[in-house]
């Protein structure tokens, strides 16, 4: 069991799979990713790569599939379009267009049959090596007071431990999501001392998807993960379950059991938009948070006749 003792390794690297299908979202996917679907004017993993450069990430690895080659080609260098638009006189958005990878380094790697999140995340083992790295989930906004990846490899680098992000969940929607048993750290003065404070947990077990019933707790996992290097080997023995695909969750278990693994709730609001409704809801919430739209929008919606 890890100890809250010590400086770790800085987490450096972080995996975003982004090889899904995106099927609930046709037919606007039939020929474009699911992440590249525009949220207000961004598109939807430029908000999970914008964690991570606010989260001190420099190397960001992309899980990727057949047709994603837009994900590529949006985080690439554009000198053409740059030029084009510096000629027009817009060097703001030339400017903008240049700083969309925020100086990360990208690299990508296929992941060729859907074999589930825990393949998808051990296809990146190479890339990511011997070190922590976090996992994003591009379909997710996580919209917080710091970023969400940033606090994760804080509570890392003090403890030594995995650690994931959850969030409290109604009953009703306890089936959608990984569930964690839990218990309280205890109260050491590194522990109490942290701005986490009663917020961080350390995890049990973690049950994928179960009936309210037999949850283990209302705290569902939100889609953020730092992680360390021991997982792929948990990975690699982990079985293929229900629809042949290779569960996270799984490897997760056996990690809280052997290595440890830290839990803690998430401070703001978690957009899940890889649903209709979740993308519409985030697409409305972003709205009303921008500078340039946002007192308008506001207005807009007051004015409707519902």
């Avoid at 679907?37 to 914008?50: F, N, R, S, T």
């Avoid at 051990?122 to 976090?134: I, K, N, R, T, Y």
């Avoid at 209302?218 to 730092?226: D, I, K, M, Q, S």
Wanted: hydrophobic content about 40%; charged content about 25%.
């Amino acid at each position: 069991m890890t100890n809250m003792t010590g400086k770790q390794r800085r987490v450096r690297k972080a995996v975003l799979p982004v090889a899904g299908l995106g099927t609930r979202f046709l037919p606007a996917t039939k020929a474009m990713p699911k992440e590249m679907l525009p949220i207000v004017d961004k598109p939807l993993v430029q908000y999970a790569v914008e964690e991570c450069i606010a989260s001190g990430i420099e190397h960001v690895i992309f899980v990727t599939g057949r047709g994603k080659n837009a994900i590529e080609d949006h985080f690439d260098l554009a000198p053409e379009l740059e030029r084009f638009l510096e000629e027009r006189g817009k060097p703001e958005l030339a400017r903008m267009v240049r700083e969309i990878g925020g100086g990360l380094q990208f690299s990508y790697t296929r992941q060729n049959v859907a074999l589930g999140l825990g393949h998808a995340v051990l296809c990146a083992a190479e890339l990511v090596g011997d070190e922590p790295f976090a996992v994003l989930l591009g379909d997710v906004i996580m919209d917080g007071a710091i970023a969400a990846t940033r606090e994760l490899t804080d509570i890392y680098e003090a403890t030594g431990g995995g650690v994931i992000h959850v969030e409290r969940v109604p009953r009703e929607r306890l089936h959608l999501y990984g569930i964690i048993d839990a218990e309280p750290v205890a109260r050491t003065a590194a522990a109490g001392q942290a701005p986490w404070g009663d917020r961080l947990m350390r995890v049990r077990n973690l049950v994928e998807k179960p009936e309210a019933s037999r949850a283990p707790s209302n705290l569902g996992v939100t889609g953020r993960y730092v992680l360390p290097p021991e997982v792929f080997g948990y990975l690699k023995q982990t079985e293929a379950g229900t629809g042949g695909e290779i569960q996270l969750t799984d490897a997760l278990c056996r990690l809280a059991k052997e290595n440890g693994l830290y839990a803690v709730v998430f401070e703001g609001r978690t957009h899940d938009a890889g649903d209709k409704l979740g993308f519409l809801e985030a697409t409305v919430e972003m709205g009303l948070k921008d500078p340039k739209l946002g007192s308008d929008f506001r207005t807009y919606l007051r004015g409707l006749k519902l």
